[in-house]
Nanobody, 118 residues
């Protein structure tokens, strides 16, 4: 059984930084992509950043230049370095992976709260 476990959320002041981590564990043969989504109260879940198997990355316009996604292949881990944080970055951040275990599927983490105070 595959699990995604996030860590690194918390409360920081505007302009500060946080680094989120998500590790995929279980029977994993191949990871096609890993992503970070976020959902703020009253809003739909949105894609923040993504990284593919070949290290291609893409970002939401709202975080371009401030956030950096990277991965540690040997640990099945994806990181999200978030700098120059703004109050509008406040949300629950979810890790997502498309990978092959017993079959090719999509998996989600439980979410980690990020709160930015002004």
């Amino acid at each position: 059984q595959v699990q995604l476990v996030e860590s690194g959320g918390g409360l920081v002041q505007s302009g500060g930084s946080l680094r989120l981590s998500c590790r995929a564990s279980g029977k994993i043969f191949r990871i096609y992509s890993m992503r970070w989504y976020r959902q703020a109260p009253g809003k739909e879940r949105e894609l923040v950043a993504a990284i593919t198997e070949d290290d291609t990355t893409n970002y939401a316009d709202s975080v371009q230049g401030r956030f950096t996604i990277s991965k540690v292949n040997a640990q099945n881990t994806v990181l999200l370095q978030m700098n120059t944080l703004k109050p509008e970055d406040t949300a629950v951040y979810y890790c997502y992976a498309e990978l092959v275990s017993d079959y090719r599927g999509q998996y989600w983490g439980q979410g980690t709260q990020v709160t930015i105070s002004s």
